[in-house]
């Protein structure tokens, strides 16, 4: 079975950092495109970012250019978001989510952007 | 970037019900790249549908998806209480990858 747990949501002031870690079972990790969505508060789901199997190829909602970065440790089986210039539009549910035919999908983790 | 929108926004309707909700891409897409997820408070979306008409594991066969190019439809043929909450469509054939805005299934 998938498993997909992410970590490292937290409160943040604006302009902060954070990174958010995802970490994978149930499946071979290192074969996937994994991918970032989240979901402000009483809003809907926003895809972040992929990153491919290898690590290779990256990709970026507008949202997240120049200011979010998407890597993978495929020897820990764990997905990273590294996430700069913080602002408050960036508060949501980050979750994670497995490429394939379909989506598996995480419980997410709360990022708060605050002062 | 291809918009999916979906209506309607909100659909009041009672157990036993058919629901019929609408999702419209912008331009073409692949029918193996289209998903329904339900979403309830509190929780993770959950898979429906993927690849336009195909039933994810434990769902029950009164949702059903339908549809191709750029109208989709997910059906559910006759309402239970554990249905009323937020649906989502999703294309994942190009990036952007987008979800429409979700139409809220609530009861009447």
């Known amino acids: 079975e998938v498993q997909l747990v992410e970590s490292g949501g937290v409160v943040v002031q604006p302009g902060g950092s954070l990174r958010l870690s995802c970490g994978a079972s149930?499946?071979?990790?290192?074969?996937?495109?994994m991918h970032w969505v989240r979901q402000a508060p009483g809003k809907g789901l926003e895809w972040v970012s992929l990153i491919t199997w290898d690590g290779v190829n990256t990709d970026y909602a507008d949202s997240a250019k120049g200011r979010f970065t998407i890597s993978r440790d495929n020897s820990k089986n764990s997905l990273y978001l590294q996430m700069n210039s913080l602002r408050t539009e960036d508060t949501a549910l980050y979750y994670c989510?497995?490429?394939?035919?379909?989506?598996?999908w995480g419980q997410g983790t709360l990022v708060t952007v605050s002062s | 970037e291809v918009v999916l929108t979906q209506s309607p926004g909100t659909l009041s309707l009672s157990p036993g019900d058919r629901a019929t909700l609408s999702c419209r891409a912008s331009?073409?897409?692949?029918?193996?790249?289209l998903a329904w997820y339900q979403q309830k408070p509190g929780q993770a979306p959950r898979l429906l549908i993927y690849a336009a008409s195909s039933r994810a594991t434990g769902i029950p066969d009164r949702f059903s998806g339908s549809g191709s190019g750029t109208d989709f439809t997910l059906t559910i043929s006759r309402l239970e209480p554990e249905d009323f909450a937020v649906y989502y469509c999703?294309?994942?054939?190009?990036?952007?990858?987008?979800f429409g805005q979700g139409t809220k299934l609530e009861l009447k």
């Open positions: 989510a497995k490429d394939g035919l379909y989506w598996d």
């Open positions: 331009q073409s897409v692949s029918n193996t790249y």
């Open positions: 149930g499946f071979t990790f290192g074969d996937y495109t």
């Open positions: 999703q294309q994942y054939g190009y990036s952007p990858y987008t």
